[in-house]
Each structure stands twice: as structure tokens, then as C-alpha cells.
């Protein structure tokens, strides 16, 4: 009776997925700019001896940030519209019936 139907309880993939992205946005963007923002990037490299290296940190956090803030856009995007597809196994099976 319930062929190709997921449960009710369970959401579809596309909607995992999507949270999925949200969430590594969100978590990868936070953290990006923390170090970015902050000191803390600059004090663990002087820790470590590598403080030559903080005048780099732009070109490597900025593009890393900017990437994490598109994901999470992307996700959201997913997310809003529902997954949404002209491909899903319910359309398919409507168009062959009226044609």
C-alpha cells in the first residue's frame, strides 16, 4: 500500500541533507571567524613558532569564510524550497498516467 513512500516520522533526504549544509555553514563560519576576528589564530601560531605565518592568515581565512558563508546560503536555499524536484517519482508517475 505504502510503495515508495517514506514514513511519516522520517524526513525525506533532501531535507537531511539541506539541515546538513545548514549546520556545517553555520559551525564552519562561526569558527572561521572567530580565528578571524579574534587573536586567537594569531596567539597559537606564536605558541607554536610559526608566527611568521600570520601575515597569510587573510588570504587562507577570508576565501574560508566567504566559502562557509555560500554553503550556508546554498542550504538554506535547499531548505526553504522544499527539495523541490522536476524529477520526483511522484510528477513522473502523473505525466505517464495523463499521457
Do not use: H
Not at 12 to 32: E, F, Q, W, Y
Amino acid at each position: 500500500m505504502n510503495e515508495g513512500k517514506l514514513p511519516a516520522s522520517e524526513p525525506p533526504p533532501d531535507a537531511k541533507n539541506s539541515r546538513g549544509l545548514v549546520i556545517t555553514g553555520i559551525v564552519g563560519a562561526g569558527i572561521v571567524a572567530l580565528c578571524c576576528f579574534t587573536p586567537i589564530l594569531v596567539g597559537l601560531l606564536a605558541v607554536l613558532g610559526l608566527g611568521a605565518l600570520t601575515g597569510y592568515l587573510d588570504f587562507v581565512l577570508l576565501p574560508a569564510l566567504l566559502f562557509f558563508i555560500c554553503l550556508l546560503a546554498y542550504g538554506l536555499n535547499k531548505q526553504q524550497s522544499g527539495g523541490a524536484s522536476c524529477c520526483t517519482g511522484s510528477s513522473l508517475n502523473k505525466e505517464g498516467k495523463d499521457g
